[in-house]
């Protein structure tokens, strides 16, 4: 193996050196901390009780009969867990991830400048973006079949029927991963086209607006499946006019989160602003070293590099940073400033790393990129091995529950990244989890409606009366919650009013887990 590596080229030694510190941290801790991770796990789980044919998650459960575009992540994870443990499923899932976001960047890179591919490691950073880390999956995959779709494009200008089929596959496998970034993939599509028109008018070379326009229209052409598809899922599940949210930032803001590269921070903004205002100086470096570049070059010759087919990039990244100010902050989804920001730093560095730059500040940039990283994953790793101890006690409790039982759990913490850490306790076993929030209209794993009964907890209704996570119930029959799991407590806690009553007047404690951070009662 040593020998395989000292004949690799310099450029795929150095690609692979960040692969792996990308993925070996991983191996130092059991289970990815993040926000929605512990849903996405356990509605992973929850689709392999119904491939399997679980009657009891059948009559609480059902798999969306509006194809989503939230379906990746799910699909994916769901894969791994047929054959593995919700940790090493999960685990294989990142690695996967990881892998083949690295690789559909490189192939982009190499789609625009086969010659060098060095700082193809500038996706590394952004892999770990702050959506991924907070257990956006299916959000983050989706930018891998638009990285392909690119390259895809790039490589083959003449669209014959058989690059007309792999693109459709291409905008299906887009949509089916994230509605939301199949949209914006059509604004940098358009702006992408449309630039290389101009540019191309621009270097006085031959260009002819019927081919222009034909091939805009093959490409239309062959997302069209795909639209169909989005346009359902508008129709039908999502709920935009009631739900827009202007932008609360101020230009200032705005700019500081870029500066800082916000967009990256998983756990702490200023311990992590160590490692990412580096990684921001580095992409400054780099457009400053393209800059001399051109300034080096004839003056008649600089038009046509200025206006070459590798700088449409920077036009479409650019164009989503003009949308970043001026987008609002929530339509239906939420937290689209730093979504489009995400657009903006992944077309930038998509431009940046097919420039031709000064050696010195090529090797300097990937010196700064690398110690930058691995500071960042050093203390994330750090990070995920503090909150294991958390996640490991509340997951303990599943060995209490019995299989295809009803859990209804209480958080006691204010702390905002343990919101779905209730969701462990289902990861591994059937269990009917009443605060597993990801069950609505836009996800795969929906409630089965008709069959589910109204929900009790104690006395109190918790499915019937349309509390936040769970509509109102046509069905009479009248269910008690089985297990109250009270987590992520601290050793002072005291449960409210409402809670300590149902508790002791209906429940028993069965468990306290040795970590002290998660107790289980069942129903008396």
């Known amino acids: 193996m040593f020998y395989y590596f000292k004949k690799l080229p310099k450029n795929k030694l150095l690609f692979y ?63 791994f867990k047929l054959f593995f443990i919700s940790w090493l499923a999960e685990k294989l899932f990142i690695i996967s991830y990881i892998i083949s976001i690295a690789f559909s960047f490189r192939y982009l890179i190499r789609s625009i400048n086969k010659e060098n591919d060095l700082m193809a490691v500038l996706i590394f950073p952004f892999a770990y973006s702050m959506y991924f880390m907070m257990g956006y999956y299916s959000f983050s995959i989706a930018f891998i079949p638009l990285f392909l779709l690119f390259g895809f494009l790039i490589r083959h200008p003449k669209l014959n029927l058989k690059n007309l089929l792999i693109l459709c596959l291409l905008f299906l496998v887009l949509f089916l991963s994230h509605a939301f970034v199949f949209g914006l993939t059509g604004i940098a599509l358009i702006v992408y086209l449309i630039t290389e028109f101009i540019f191309t008018k621009i270097r006085k070379e031959k260009v002819d607006f019927i081919s222009f326009l034909k091939k805009s229209l093959l490409i239309l052409l062959s997302a069209i499946p795909a639209l169909i598809l989005w346009v359902i899922y508008l129709k039908y599940v999502m709920q935009i ?19 800082r590269v916000r967009q990256l921070v998983a756990f702490h903004h200023e311990k992590e602003a160590v490692g990412l205002i580096p990684v921001f100086n580095v992409l400054v470096l780099l457009f400053t070293g393209y800059l001399i570049t051109v300034s080096k070059i004839n003056k008649k010759l600089r038009v046509k590099e200025l206006f070459s087919e590798k700088n449409v990039m920077f036009a479409v990244a650019f164009v989503f ?37 000064p050696k010195v500040i090529t090797i300097f940039s990937v010196v700064i990129l690398f110690f930058s990283f691995l500071y960042l994953q050093i203390y994330r790793t750090k990070e995920h091995i503090n909150f294991n101890k958390v996640i490991t006690d509340i997951h303990s409790t599943e060995k209490y529950i019995k299989k295809n039982s009803v859990l ?19 990861v591994d076993k059937p269990i009917v989890n009443l605060k597993s929030p990801q069950n609505r209209g836009q996800f795969p794993i929906i409630w089965n409606y008709k069959n589910l009964p109204v929900l009790e907890v104690g006395d109190k209704i918790i499915f019937g009366k349309n509390p936040p996570y769970m509509p109102a119930s ?31 007047n209906f429940y028993k404690l069965i468990y306290k887990s040795s970590g002290g951070y998660a107790d289980l009662y069942i129903l008396k």
């Open 17 to 79: 050196l960040f692969l792996a510190l990308s993925i070996i941290p991983l191996f130092f801790f059991k289970y990815y901390v993040s926000l929605d991770g512990p849903q996405h796990l356990y509605n992973a789980n929850v689709l392999t009780e119904i491939i399997k044919g679980n009657k009891n998650i059948n009559d609480f459960f059902k798999i969306n009969p509006v194809i989503v575009g939230y379906w990746s992540g799910h699909f994916f994870l769901a894969f």
């Open 408 to 426: 209804y759990t209480i958080r006691e913490s204010d702390i905002w990244f343990d919101l779905h850490y209730g969701c462990y306790a289902g």
């Open 474 to 504: 046509t069905n009479k029959k009248i269910k008690k919650a089985d297990y109250i799991l009270v987590y992520h407590k601290h050793k002072d806690y005291e449960l409210g009013k409402k809670n300590t009553e149902i508790i002791n």
């Open 321 to 357: 940073l003009f949308l970043y100010y001026i987008m609002p902050d929530r339509i239906s989804a939420g937290s689209l400033v730093n979504r489009i920001a995400l657009m903006f730093f992944y077309f930038f560095i998509i431009a940046l790393a097919v420039q031709k730059v």
């Open 241 to 259: 006019n009631d739900t827009v949210i202007p932008v609360t930032y101020s230009v200032t803001e705005l700019t500081g989160f870029i500066l």
